[in-house]
């Protein structure tokens, strides 16, 4: 089983600030995928194949990676962007996700 | 626009059985692979089961291997999950997903979820 593990595990960043997630994998994946989960609501899908945002992501939002490191970037942090973000990886059963970042407005 | 609506949650005793139903709409649901995703109360996402467009191959993990089935059926746009053997630590929201991707798989749209709760 490919373990992620996503850090930092939470963090808090001020209007306008740059903001990087990041999540390892154990093993070698060929692309992540990351989800948005705002309070009590479903997750949805953020970016997709490493680097492609989901219909309607503002372009703050970008991703990176390879191998077993990938991140999640935001340009310039917004009050709406506060939410628990999880990575996940579809290579190789069973299908994984991370424990989760939790970004908090500052 | 894709809808998925999960029903069937609820208060269920250690040991029991449960079934859950997601009813798919806004696409060709026999174009795409399904699955369910659970999460337990303050806890993260765990990946439960996945079936095939067609439904001849599936897909679980091993916490949940032998005691849940996926199943679905095309004519009615409906997933469903069979839970047997039920633990406490099945208790979470359970999500419908829509899949998308060919060989490296995600999980593009998302059901409102529903609960299920083991307890006796």
């Known amino acids: 089983e490919i373990v992620l593990t996503q850090s930092p595990t939470t963090m808090a960043a001020s209007p306008g600030e740059k903001v990087t997630l990041t999540c390892r994998a154990s093993?070698?994946?060929?692309?992540m995928h990351w989800y948005q989960q705002r309070s009590g609501t479903s997750p949805k899908l953020w970016i997709y194949?490493?680097?492609k945002l989901a219909s309607g992501v503002p372009n703050r939002f970008s991703g990176s990676g390879s191998g077993t490191s990938y991140s999640l970037t935001i340009n310039s942090m917004e009050t709406e962007d506060a939410a628990t973000y999880y990575c996940?990886?579809?290579?190789?059963?069973?299908?994984?996700f991370g424990g989760g970042t939790k970004l908090e407005l500052k | 626009e894709v809808q998925l609506v999960e029903t069937g949650g609820g208060l269920v005793q250690p040991g029991r059985s449960l079934k859950l139903s997601c009813v798919a709409s806004?696409?060709?649901?026999?174009?795409?692979?399904m699955s369910w995703t659970r999460q337990a109360p303050g806890k993260g996402l765990e990946w439960v089961a996945s079936i095939t467009n067609s439904g001849g191959s599936t897909y679980y993990p091993d916490s949940v291997k032998g005691r849940f089935t996926i199943s679905r059926d095309n004519a009615q746009n409906t997933l469903y999950l069979q839970m047997n053997s039920l633990r406490s630590e099945d208790t979470a929201t359970y999500y419908c997903?829509?899949?998308?991707?060919?060989?490296?798989?995600?999980?593009?749209?998302w059901g409102q979820g529903t609960l299920v709760t083991v307890s006796s």
């Open positions: 194949e490493t680097s």
């Open positions: 806004g696409f060709t649901f026999n174009n795409y692979w």
């Open positions: 093993s070698s994946v060929s692309y």
């Open positions: 996940q990886q579809g290579s190789s059963y069973p299908w994984t």
């Open positions: 997903t829509r899949d998308d991707g060919t060989y490296y798989r995600w999980f593009a749209y």
